[in-house]
């Protein structure tokens, strides 16, 4: 079947560690995106990357890092330099911006 | 930069009751899309208007898309336990592959 699986589904960081989350698509999109959302509110956008090798800053980019190596694959790190990284983390992909489908989310907490 | 806001933030009504869900862009957009977060879940896509003054509908549901695609609304006639979720519109600008999430509004229904 396609579509996008993130891992993993629950995810505890302690203080000063990095921790990185997987995103994969077989859906052959070339856009991907990483979106942030705090609890009762909207999605915030933290990268996005509409080729391979290449990516761009979303809103709340700070603390964060991007890789985009192959076309499936849109891995996001949470860095130390994140000081409130608690929150519900969601990837997607679509075709040049329409329709953006999403992965089942990962829910990152801090220990 | 841009800002996508949604009106109520919160709405809570009788089941079979309507709900009209209101979305506003701070600058014009190519294209409107609609998405629904079920409680625990992910967002769905729902719709995409692209032309001035177009309306659409899906059996109890009807967007619109204002004449200036600066605006849009989420029209749900007489609403039933399964519509229970967060609506949300998103947007890129114009020449801009970036898909800015509105806040959301979330509608609870009471049976």
């Known amino acids: 079947d396609g579509g996008i699986t993130q891992s993993p589904k629950y995810l505890f960081r302690k203080e000063g560690q990095n921790v990185t989350l997987s995103c994969e698509q077989n859906?052959?999109?070339?856009?991907m995106y990483w979106y942030r959302q705090d609890p009762g509110q909207g999605l915030r956008l933290i990268y996005y990357s509409q080729i391979v090798n290449d990516f761009q800053k979303g809103d709340i980019a700070e603390g964060y890092s991007v890789s985009r190596e192959k076309k499936e694959s849109f891995p996001l790190t949470v860095t130390s330099a994140q000081k409130n990284p608690t929150a519900f983390y969601l990837c997607a992909s679509s075709i040049g911006g329409k329709k953006l489908f999403f992965g089942s989310g990962t829910q990152l907490s801090v220990l | 930069g841009q800002q996508v806001m949604q009106i109520p933030q919160y709405q809570h009504v009788q089941e079979g009751e309507d709900f009209t869900t209101y979305c506003n862009s701070s600058t014009t957009l190519s294209n409107i899309q609609w998405y629904k977060q079920r409680p625990g879940g992910h967002p769905v896509f729902l719709i995409q208007l692209v032309k001035s003054g177009e309306v659409k509908k899906q059996k109890r549901l009807t967007f619109q898309f204002g004449e200036a695609k600066k605006n849009s609304s989420l029209h749900i006639t007489a609403t039933q336990t399964t519509d229970v979720g967060t609506y949300f519109c998103a947007g890129p600008s114009f020449g801009n592959e970036k898909l800015t999430f509105g806040t959301g509004t979330r509608l609870t229904i009471i049976p």
């Open positions: 859906l052959n999109h070339d856009a």
